[in-house]
């Protein structure tokens, strides 16, 4: 929104620098010559340097000081003296006219502002883990897009968390694995869950139950290809244990389903296997060695002033994290 309107500011800044023929190199700053384009208003508004500094809350010998240097930067008088009254030159004017129309065109842009804020528009792409597009997004997505009907929606449903330095990602929901490039994006949490490490009753029922970490050894374990060359499992710090892969899937359903089908133990977050183990298709193990303060984040790129797009759907879907 910022960026906006300094765009027009300085867009008229050039213009008056143009009427005037202002050597900007030598003598200006746009900063310092806006601040006492708006004091000339003000002064030719009021009539007199008095009453303007007043109405400022400044002294008038300090006023008087700008307006005279204003004038002596453009090197024209832009109001004739006159006992206590001030009227304006030919120059005076014409410079009044275009601060005028200056404010204008702000009021109007900031307008234009607060209404790409409270009907954002553009394209959002959206990437979210898989649970998270079942569980957070679907449910709510219509009553978001009714509420936003000018945005239009890319969703992206996947297990691989987004490189944002390399792809049209607006943000990415629902990940705990390092994100590429961190210093080039904004993490936030969404929630804090702990592992579970579980196979099925028949797997059981064929292999036995492990005792301790060390009897997983001996257990045919099954792994995500996206965890290749790491196969350490999630447990309490004091623990460290890295067990080979009997078999490696591409997704964390493909997982669930190979544990239910009696192929071998997994080792997945509480919230993607809850029903399982509530439903008894799972058995959790060994719970006392488990990760149990692993944090899930949403992620979005660096962005000076965050796009309202972007605002409105964190607002609408994250803003009370999920539990």
């Not at 000339?40 to 400044?58: P, R």
């Not at 060359?229 to 997704?251: C, I, M, R, W």
């Amino acid at each position: 929104m910022y960026c906006l309107l300094d765009y027009f500011i300085c867009s008229y800044f050039v213009k008056i620098v143009l009427l005037f023929g202002i050597d900007v190199s030598k003598k200006l700053t746009t900063m310092s010559d806006l601040d006492r384009f708006e004091l000339f208003l003000l002064v030719a508004e009021f009539g007199t340097i008095t009453l303007a500094a007043e109405k400022l809350g400044i002294a008038k010998a300090s006023l008087s000081k700008q307006i005279q240097r204003l004038e002596s930067d453009l090197k024209i008088n832009l109001f004739l003296r006159h006992k206590q009254r001030l009227h304006l030159t030919d120059e005076g004017e014409t410079l009044l006219n275009q601060c005028k129309r200056l404010c204008r065109e702000l009021e109007n842009t900031r307008n234009l502002c607060q209404k790409f804020h409270n009907e954002p528009t553009g394209i959002l792409h959206v990437v979210v883990f898989s649970y998270f597009a079942k569980h957070l997004i679907y449910p709510k997505l219509k009553s978001f897009l009714n509420q936003y009907p000018k945005l239009e929606l890319i969703i992206d449903s996947t297990e691989k968390i987004p490189d944002f330095e390399k792809e049209q990602i607006d943000i990415a929901v629902g990940f705990s694995l390092p994100v590429p490039n961190p210093d080039e994006v904004i993490q936030k949490r969404m929630m804090t869950t702990r592992y579970i490490l579980c196979a099925s009753p028949g797997y059981f029922k064929s292999h036995g139950k492990p005792k301790s970490l060390q009897d997983l050894h001996h257990h045919q374990y099954i792994s995500h290809t996206r965890r290749t060359g790491d196969y350490t499992l999630k447990l309490k710090p004091e623990y460290s244990l890295q067990l080979k892969p009997y078999l490696l899937v591409n997704s964390v359903y493909a997982m669930i389903e190979c544990a239910k089908n009696d192929l071998g133990l997994i080792q997945l977050p509480l919230y993607v296997l809850k029903e399982y183990l509530d439903s008894g298709e799972l058995i959790q193990i060994l719970p006392e060695y488990q990760a149990c303060d692993s944090d899930v984040y949403y992620h979005y790129p660096k962005y000076a002033h965050p796009q309202p797009k972007l605002q409105r759907f964190i607002e609408f879907f994250l803003k009370n994290g999920f539990a």
